[in-house]
Each structure stands twice: as structure tokens, then as C-alpha cells.
């Protein structure tokens, strides 16, 4: 590209993160209302879980046809496209009465996501400047880490007030704005495509397959935790549990800056090791937590782990290819993020239901689900280990492709 950015704050960055965050914003309401509200309507716990996770069905399903469609059409008008996907499955949870309908907006919410989230990110990633892709990547998760404060606790407060099938009109509404700005991201007069088909290579990056398992890891763990920690706190008798995702976002802020340029100074692994430990005692911390403070201890303990490996992930999959595979990056990050996210509710909402069973109290069934989740923590310590030298390779290579394809 002769076009070379020297600044993050650009045109298109700008647009990106704001479109981004009504995005996010509206998803995070829904991922902590939508779980409490298949609870409300009867379901079994391995249901709720079930009921949460079911975005990632479909966003896996999309990710073969909407990762080369990245990279070969326009991107804006993909993410326009996406944005009102969202829309439809927020107003379509407004009208739904029962679990079978709640799961059927999900699917659609999910396809939105399998399009929506990787378009951002290669949108994200190919109006920053090289060498400060890890603190731009950071930055832009700052919308996310925004969206992470407002959301649930936004959500769970209009819920309380007036109702769910309000609030998820609310969201829809949300997501309406969420359109409005990505109409507004400047298209890319210079931007490279390549054409379009369908082949194992534009669905996957290789080079991003390395940071992306890790994702697969960890993102177990987090969606496990993110999926119950609504109906965990109410089982306490904690009635203001929306402030843990205040805490946990708030710190989020003040941190995901300070991770990207701490990566890009002393390198990824550096941060990334010390994250996971930090990320373990989240989940301990939830184990016990039985008080609110408990609760806003975790949050802010979940900032410091699950928090800083999300961007820098991310940041590692966009940094391991050439600049015109930043779609089929961005999706491969995605895809495996994806699958930790599917199994991760499920694999906790069983064993909920299978502790509640053996006559074990729904707490300390969570609390023992919480601590279970320990165990992909130190399958990702052990896995990063043997894998950073790999990454490290790939960044170099990628970067030297792209400075001889911009020169």
C-alpha cells in the first residue's frame, strides 16, 4: 500500500471503533439477559447453557463463506449487512415466548457475529500503522471494554425496570445506530481483493492457527463464567451483580492500552504468561465469592487475565500474515474463539445439573464449575510455552512481506 498511516486515530480507525462499540454494546446486554431469560421461561440449566452458546453454532457455520467474502467484497458493506442481522435477532427476542424461539434468534444473532466480528478486527488491523498494531489493537478493544461496563449492567437494570422483551427492544434500537455508523466507515479506494472462493486457505490463515487455539482455551473458560454469572450471583442472593461487569470493565479500560504497549515493547509472551496465572485467580475468587465486594474483586482480577489475552491474540493473529489475509486471520481468530465459546456453557451448564443432581447445593455446584474451568488455564499455560517461538517466526515473516509489498 503507498498510502501509509502514521497516526491510530485515522478516518477509518475512528469509524471502526465507534461502529464497534454500539455493536458490542448491544450484544453484551444480550449476553447477559438472554441466558437469565430461557432461565425465566423453564429451562434446565444445560438448556440455559445450551441457549447461550448457540450463537456460536451458526457464527461457525457462516465463517467458510463469510471469511473469503472479506477479502474479496467490500467490507463496509459486509459489516452493514451484519449489523442488521444483530438487529433482527434483538426485535426478534422482544417477540419470542418460549425457548424454541429464543434459540432460533440466537442462530440468526450468531451469523451476524460470524460476519460482524472478524470484519471489524481486518478493518481495525489494516487502517493501523505496523508497528503499532499492538497498541492500536488494544485501543480498539478499549470499544469493547466500553461496551463490557455499560452492557450487562445497562441490561440488567432495564430488565429490572421494565421488563426483558423491553430491554431487548432497546437493544434492537441499539443496533439500529450500530448500522447508521457503519454506513458511515469510509471505503478503501486502494484496498487489495482477491477473488472470490471458497478454499480451506481463505477460510483459515495457518499462521493464525497457532494463537488461535490458544483462544480456543481460554475462551472456554471465559464462556462458562460470562454465561452463568447472572443466574450465579441471583442463586447467592446477590442482587447487584451487573456491577461485577463494571468492575471487570472498568479495569479493562485502564489496562488493554497498557497490554498492547507492553507487547509491543517486551513481546506478547511477556504479557500473555502472567495474564493466565491472573486469570486463574478470577476464577477462584468467583469459586468463593459470596458478597457483592467478592464479586467486583473477580471482575477486576478478570480484566487482568481473560481481559489482556483476547486483544493480544487478536493483535498476534493479525501480526502472523500478510496484510491482504487480515480477513481470513481475523476469522480464524474468530472461528476458534468460536468453539471455546460453544463448549464452554455446555460443558458447564452439565456439570451444574449433573453436581445439582448428586444432591450437591446449586452453589457450590457453581463454585465447583467455576474451579473445573482451572484446568484449560493450565492446558493454555503449558500449550503457549511450545508455541511462542512459532508465533514469533511468523510475525517476523509477515512483517517483512508487508514492508516489501508497501515499498
Known sequence: MKNKKETIWNATFIAVFIANCFQNLGQHMMNSLVPKYANSLGAATWLVGFVSSMFAVTALAIRPFSS?????FSKKKLLVFAEILFMVAMFGYSISNSVGLVIAFRLIHGIGSGIAAPLCLALAS????EDKMGSGIGIFSVGQAISQAIGPTMGLSLQGALGYKPTFAIGGAIMIAAII????I????NEERQPFKITLDRIVAKQAVLPGLFMTIVSTSYATWSAFIAIYGEAIGVSQVGLYFTAYAIALLALRPLAGKLSDKLGFDKVLIPALFIFALNLVALSRARTLPGFILAGI?????YGLCQPLCQSLSMQSVRRNQRG????TNYMFQDIGMLAGPVIGGAVVDRLAASGTPKVDAYSHMYLLMLIP???????IFFVRGKIKENIQAAAAANTQQAG
Open 68 to 72: 473469503p467474502a472479506s477479502d474479496s
Open 126 to 129: 489494516n487502517s493501523l500503522p
Open 181 to 184: 455508523l457503519a454506513i458511515r
Open 186 to 189: 469510509p471505503e478503501n479506494p
Open 301 to 305: 482480577l478478570g480484566a487482568a487475565g
Open 328 to 331: 481470513a486471520a481475523g476469522n
Open 377 to 383: 488455564l493450565g492446558l493454555a499455560l503449558v500449550y
